[in-house]
């Protein structure tokens, strides 16, 4: 029992006549196996149960897919921005009495523009620091009533030559009231977060992936248990359980490539249809794929594929074998 190739893959293997023998033969057995057999596919129901929950499984386990990675990528876009703006910057809280804020403040300045690494130093103003206060204090905060320290914002040079440690020392002993904050503590737990959501969004793929093999891997058995007459007569005339086998493996790698694909199309749509950066406040930085990014959806059919593969050609093997 030779498969029957089809015109269009017959062509296709006649281009190969020229290229390496490694390479031909892997590739002819590739084509050979997405043409597939017509007697042995007989073997594998083309519709039923076992057919439908190939592909549900298959779509749904891809479209949670896509949102793992998704979630992933914008995690560490996230953590990127967040880590480099606050690598960059600083913070100076200036606590005095009343009546030497002003002198203190441009003291704080004076010492700051001499410090190198700091490309710039600015005192908020009243303003600023009723923004910043408003959403937890209100819109009506009587500002001038409380004694609210000055905060200088600083912004540090790409030169990498900032010496938070001597500038608090020399902060201590000029402008005794003024703390310098610069954000290590911030950027720490931001960066083991991030690390510690992309650790969860592969386990949650390689749970994924377990669990489309667990589900192909019963409804192939099933539709084994549910053709052993026509593999008993198969056998009759000949054929070979890995000639069975293969007939099977084809049918639900291919279900599980389609389900997936359907599913990864729909899981798309539906992360370009969530709220944007903006519209979502910017806490989801734009979830969603960007860039390179864009190259990982197109490689989930494929990972659904050889999942299914890899589950279907055991689970066909060990079932054949036990029924012989």
Do not use: C, K
Request: glycine content about 8%; cysteine-free.
């Amino acid at each position: 029992m030779r498969p029957q190739i089809t015109p269009v893959l017959a062509q296709a293997l006649a281009l190969l006549a020229h290229a390496p023998a490694q390479v031909t033969w892997q590739v002819r057995r590739f084509l050979a196996f997405l043409a597939g057999d017509p007697q042995a596919d007989r073997a594998v129901p083309p519709t039923g149960f076992t057919a439908w929950l190939t592909l549900f499984t298959a779509g749904a386990m891809a479209f949670l897919a896509v949102f793992a990675v998704a979630l992933s990528l914008a995690t560490d876009r996230l953590a990127d921005r967040w880590g480099a703006e606050l690598a960059r910057t600083a913070t100076l809280r200036l606590s005095a009495p009343e009546g030497q804020m002003q002198a203190q403040t441009q003291a704080a300045l004076r010492i700051l523009e001499q410090t190198p690494g700091v490309s710039e130093a600015r005192a908020l103003t009243p303003d600023e620091n009723r923004q910043l206060l408003e959403p937890w204090l209100g819109p009506d905060l009587p500002l001038e009533t409380l004694p609210i320290p000055q905060l200088i914002a600083l912004t540090l040079d790409d030169s990498g030559g900032f010496d938070a440690a001597g500038l608090r020392a020399r902060l201590q002993a000029e402008v005794p009231g003024a703390v310098l904050d610069d954000h290590t503590r911030w950027r720490a737990p931001l960066i083991q977060a991030a690390g510690r959501l992309r650790t969860l969004g592969i386990v949650a793929l390689l749970l994924i992936a377990a669990s489309t093999a667990a589900m192909i891997t019963l409804a192939a058995q099933a539709a084994l248990a549910a053709n052993a007459q026509v593999i008993r007569v198969l056998r009759l005339v000949g054929a070979r359980d890995i000639y069975i086998a293969r007939a099977f493996v084809r049918r639900f790698t291919l279900r599980a490539a389609w389900g997936a694909a359907a599913g990864t199309v729909a899981g798309v749509i539906a992360v370009l249809l969530l709220p944007s950066a903006d519209t979502a406040g910017g806490f989801l930085t734009g979830l969603g794929f960007q860039g390179l990014g864009w190259l990982v959806p197109p490689f989930i059919p494929l990972l659904a594929a050889v999942t299914a593969f890899a589950a279907t050609r055991s689970a066909a093997l060990r079932t054949l074998r036990a029924q012989s």
